[in-house]
């Protein structure tokens, strides 16, 4: 039996999205912040609850477990259908280098607004004095090109969908930009709901390695010595690549590079869906998009170069005449090259998945029913050490109080992993000279 809503949010797996809120057709769920989570998270009404399970349906935090328990078995089936694959960037250079990556998004965004093919954008912008906490990100339409710049750039934590769905206007026509547990949530939602069903035309999917709590942003401008009351206005990329978090607040400003803060961060405050999610390439969505993480782009370009699949037909058709439009710069590459730009995130996503299920199954036993399977079942202790420590971090990580020894736990986790990869260095070089003695360097 798939879980219930209540026992989404018991577990601590709700991504905070609020189409659960839509689904129900009594009007018995609402989303409240919850300060321990950093989350926003469905509260229900018993007496307006009719056990419909709708809420359920479109719930992705749901499905991400009924899925893990069929497993993919091919590479080919981890990156999902696929008609061509492509690196690319917006032909406007400050769109670019305002962007998250290689502003690719917005560009087709704008592309599809100017020339008649949608009437709106469902994009994410951040709502600076987020009460009681840190500033909050939530959808809406964009109607115009400065809107649509105006949302351009990651938002790496959970974004609140209702207010943006509940504006869609009947015979109109949109476009939806979402991770993976969105675009499904959105799918189901016009399965199940004529309200919603044939307004949004196309999808575009961003990749996702994961994402973080509020607890994240809370924990980063402390350290900073900042108050989350206080913040005007919170970038988390942009300003060419691979960018930095912008942070004002009533009285200053700071900048944090990308590489100085993801470390920080990541995996420490991804919500535990994510942990478990294994949709990182957007397999849903007619065009999906990430960073070009390519050594040969990353050595020259540091104003931001995309990745784009284009997974259906219209998908990969709007993506050919946005480039003739000269909205795009396109350059075809094969799907290995995208699968090498995306080492991190197959790595935590896939190659280590077997040791965190069986860790987090052994936990707690309800949490993944039946097996994995995967394309490499056999266990490694390494990668069990390495996702014992993920665990124990996330735990401190997840604990306000606990900040501090949170500090001090992922600096001697830092020079632990260093020692091993100085000691690996020199068992490499001893066993390369004992082999050729006369090599003189
Ligand atoms: C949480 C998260 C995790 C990611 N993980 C990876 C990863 O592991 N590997 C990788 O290659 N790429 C990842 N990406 C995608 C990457 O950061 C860029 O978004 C992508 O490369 C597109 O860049 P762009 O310059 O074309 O987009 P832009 O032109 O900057 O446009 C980005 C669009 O996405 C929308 N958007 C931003 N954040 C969100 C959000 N949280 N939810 C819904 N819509 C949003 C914006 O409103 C905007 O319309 C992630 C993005 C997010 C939000």
């Not at 018995?28 to 300060?35: E, F, K």
């Not at 009924?66 to 696929?82: M, P, R």
């Amino acid at each position: 039996m798939p879980p219930t809503i209540v026992e989404i949010v018991k577990k601590g797996l709700c991504l905070g999205c609020g189409m659960c809120e839509l689904a129900c057709p009594h009007g018995a769920i609402s989303m409240t912040y919850d300060n321990i989570r950093g989350i926003h998270q469905p509260v229900i009404s018993s007496e307006k609850c009719t056990n419909c399970n709708l809420c359920q349906e479109v719930c992705f935090a749901v499905h991400c477990r009924i899925w893990l328990n069929k497993g993919i078995d091919t590479w080919a089936a981890v990156l999902g259908k696929c008609v061509s694959c492509y690196t690319g960037f917006a032909t406007d250079h400050d769109l670019r280098f305002k962007a998250a990556s290689g502003g690719i998004v917005t560009a087709l965004l704008i592309f599809l607004l100017e020339e008649g093919y949608v009437d709106g954008a469902i994009v994410t912008r951040i709502e600076p004095k987020g009460e009681p906490g840190p500033p909050i990100a939530k959808a809406f339409i964009a109607k115009s090109k400065d809107e649509l710049i105006s949302a351009t750039g990651s938002k790496y934590c959970p974004v609140i969908l209702t207010d943006a769905f509940k504006a869609l206007e009947r015979g109109k026509h949109y476009v939806f930009v979402g991770l993976p547990c969105q675009i499904y949530a959105a799918k189901k939602l016009a399965e199940i709901n004529k309200r919603f069903k044939n307004c949004i035309k196309l999808y575009i999917g961003l990749f996702c390695g994961g994402t973080f709590s509020y607890n994240a942003i809370e924990y980063l401008l402390r350290k900073y010595g900042l108050e989350a009351r206080t913040v005007t206005r919170l970038e988390y990329r942009g300003g060419g690549w691979p960018g930095r978090m912008f942070i004002q607040t009533d009285s200053s400003s700071i900048v944090i590079p990308f590489p100085e803060y993801w470390p920080l961060l990541s995996p420490w405050f991804y919500l535990n869906t994510c942990m478990t999610c294994i949709e990182g390439f957007n397999p849903q969505a007619d065009i999906s998009c990430g960073d070009a993480w390519i050594p040969a782009i990353m050595s020259k370009d540091k104003v931001g170069t995309s990745i784009v699949v284009s997974r259906t037909k219209i998908g990969d058709e709007l993506i050919k005449k946005a480039e003739m439009r000269r909205y795009i710069v396109l350059q075809k590459v094969d799907v290995k090259t995208i699968l090498n730009a995306q080492k991190s995130m197959l790595t935590f996503k896939h190659l280590r998945i077997n040791e965190r299920l069986h860790i987090l199954s052994t936990l707690h036993k309800e949490y993944i029913g039946g097996g994995v399977k995967f394309m490499r079942m056999k266990a490694r202790t390494r990668i069990y050490l390495g996702e014992l420590s993920i665990l124990l971090g996330r735990f401190l990580a997840s604990r306000e109080k606990l900040w501090p020894i949170f500090d001090l736990y992922r600096i001697l986790l830092k020079s632990f992993l260093t020692f091993l990869m100085q000691l690996k260095a020199l068992k490499a070089n001893v066993t390369r000279r004992l082999k050729h003695p006369l090599q003189l360097s």
